[in-house]
């Protein structure tokens, strides 16, 4: 089952804000990456926000490979790439998981902002198994975690709520340990016209969870060394071949 079926409408609109400020790191991080030519992919990528800005990052780097296997996302990822003549020309839409796609050898980078978590355990180390052989001399996974980094309680809270036209969509998440290793995250989207909700969307979805340095354990089996890069407060690491 497609766990976007129901809230990818909500969706794009509500990470915009985030986005403001992960789009500049990300570009930071990208052009501090030692490879200088190869492909660039984009792993979950969602409605394509950050595929977006990779490309603005990198205008030299031709292809991007946009991987995305929600249907409902890859719709707008879809939509957005063909609106933007440079997307258009530059980037490849992959109906592929971030563990399977066809991916080249020689990537320059590979990007998988907001998505280890729809991973289990052996998927991940999958992915840093396949990341490692892939990469070009120099090249980077670029990757982020997000709380919790364990199996813990978050309280209901509204993370976002964004204006269009006469109605307000917010979004609430909150989460409950699940097992081991993982959440299940409860998501409520609500659209709101002169403070009377008009609907209302809920969807739960497990979530993997791991510490910083778990995933440093993970990375070091596959030949990788995880490092931390830019702001704290955004999460974000490269894992590079031992050399780098």
């Known amino acids: 089952m497609d766990p976007y079926e129901c809230s990818a409408e909500y969706l794009d609109l509500m990470i915009a804000e985030t986005w403001q400020t992960l789009a500049p790191a990300l570009t930071e991080v990208l052009h501090a990456v030692r490879a200088k030519d190869g492909p660039v992919a984009d792993l979950g990528a969602g409605t394509g926000r950050g595929t977006e800005a990779i490309c603005a990052a990198l205008p030299g780097a031709d292809p991007v490979l946009a991987v995305e296997p929600s249907t409902t996302m890859r719709a707008v990822l879809l939509s957005r790439v063909h609106g933007i003549p440079v997307l258009r020309s530059r980037v490849t839409v992959l109906a592929e998981d971030a563990v399977r796609a066809p991916l080249p050898d020689g990537l320059r980078a590979i990007v998988a902002l907001n998505m280890l978590g729809h991973l289990p355990p052996a998927e991940r180390r999958a992915l840093w198994a396949g990341s490692a052989r892939r990469l070009a001399p120099g090249g980077a996974l670029i990757v982020n975690l997000n709380p919790p980094a364990g199996p813990e309680h978050v309280p209901h809270t509204r993370m976002t709520a964004v204006t269009v036209g006469a109605r307000c969509y917010e979004g609430w998440a909150s989460a409950e340990p699940s097992g081991d290793d993982q959440v299940t995250w409860r998501m409520d989207y609500r659209v709101l016209e002169g403070g009377v909700r008009q ?22 089996e596959a030949g990788l060394v995880m490092r931390p890069a830019g702001l704290p407060e955004l999460g974000l690491f490269t894992l590079t071949h031992r050399d780098v």
């Open 199 to 220: 609907s209302e969307v809920t969807v739960e979805y497990r979530w993997w969870v791991a510490s910083p340095d778990e995933l440093t354990t993970e990375a070091a």
